[in-house]
């Protein structure tokens, strides 16, 4: 049994405490979070603290705070030689307090409250100041049902940028589209089919492989109709940098 | 049965040609394309010509060929007072040449020639110039086992350009994610599941909901980490205005 104390109440807390505490082999001994309510009334049963010197004393400690936190958090950890990981995609290792052993559990997937997670979509990215940690941290991976590779901290940053192109700013680009809809009487939920098309296509094409649009087909005339269409500055922006870019990408000029 | 002659061998026609083929209540009597060599030697029972004078007499003509082409080849069908119809979402219907009753099917999808397509997840939108014809669309639509939704030339531009930020920018995003996971050593199979999570997303919450990472947390460290690891001047410029965008969006700042 892995006992794990778990430091911190965002989305990654959120759905690390769910799946803890359902997890054979692992035990949340605390939660440590500024605000215990939320967490006191979803989880009557765990124990729950913001008091340093209340910290129990456990095999692993997770930190899944905000990335600025990290540093300072792990100096404020009562304990010393005790395994504490951060899940942070672009924090070194080193920024975790050497009073302890380190190391870094950086999951590769979006979490939002409202979304359940499979775990076993999700990958962890380990790295450990030893051997032995790095088979504990594999360890609580298997557990959890998710994969695990190991990354160096400057390739779990590069890694980390490449989701936020992904995943934040995929999103984003929906975000931008459902505007365009809303402003233009258009449901949505049209676009939904295309925007999964398009994701599952990356599984079976490169997306090199997989671009279809005016920008691609070098297609000046459409482009012109949708960026003269696009009156506000932002999107037009956006539009002609991303078109530009593929372009570029596809050696074909404007 | 209804009768169809496609024009056009591009990624559209492709599927098409192989959807319509083997879909009963519809048939193919004719394709014309540039160069008749490919689709003759996947279809050899097909009629396949480059002779505009040789073209079949049918119930609807399709055009599945590029924005810039349509006008002249509408011109060039022989016939008059046909149902005569494009694919595309930036064209407006009036750009069919006048002598044919006019339509237009654009399919809210990406397609491309290596990746198979479940028609019951396209949505076609339909116009026409009268009530008959839109009919004869629908019914059309209805026999590929797709959706279809009635739009008007102006609201088929706005969700075209909507489907240009969903799909031909988010499948670009992962381009670029490609890019620096490859100068980075990282497999980029990683992300993966991150891509497919983030559209899936989609379904369930609103990408204003769905929104997640630094930009949106206002985390100005990792952020500035970010763009200085990106030493391209392009990755920078994205990176840069999508999560400035971002953060106007949630009303964050910089």
Not at 36 to 55: C, Q
Not at 58 to 81: G, K, T
Not at 106 to 115: A, D, E, G, W
Not at 175 to 181: F, Q, V, W
Request: negative net charge.
């Amino acid at each position: 049994m892995i006992k794990i104390v778990l430091i911190g109440s965002g989305n990654i807390a959120f759905h690390l405490i769910q799946k803890i505490t359902n997890t054979e082999g692992l035990f949340l001994a605390q939660v440590f979070a500024r605000n215990t309510n939320d967490i006191a009334l979803n989880y009557p049963n765990l124990s729950v603290t913001n008091i340093w010197k209340e910290l129990k004393e456990a095999d692993v400690y997770i930190l899944a705070v905000s990335d600025n936190a990290i540093e300072e958090v792990s100096n404020q950890i009562p304990f010393e030689n005790k395994l504490v990981v951060h899940t942070a995609g672009s924090v070194a290792m080193t920024q975790l307090s050497i009073k302890n052993r380190r190391g870094v559990l950086y999951p590769v997937q979006t979490f939002s409250k409202n979304k359940i997670i499979d775990f076993s979509k999700v990958t962890f990215c380990i790295e450990a100041d030893n051997q032995n940690d790095y088979q504990i941290l594999e360890e609580i991976t298997k557990l959890l049902s998710a994969k695990s590779i190991q990354l160096n901290s400057e390739q779990r940053l590069a890694l980390h940028i490449s989701a936020v192109f992904v995943s934040n700013f995929t999103n984003h680009m929906c975000h931008l589209a459902n505007e365009i809809c809303q402003q233009n009487n258009i449901d949505f939920d049209l676009l939904k089919p295309l925007i999964i098309e398009t994701a599952q296509k990356v599984n079976i094409l490169s997306p090199l492989e997989a671009q279809t649009g005016p920008a691609i087909r070098n297609d000046f005339q459409t482009i012109q109709k949708h960026t003269d269409f696009l009156s506000e500055n932002n999107l037009k922006n956006i539009y002609q940098l991303i078109t530009t870019s593929i372009q570029q990408t596809h050696g074909k000029e404007l």
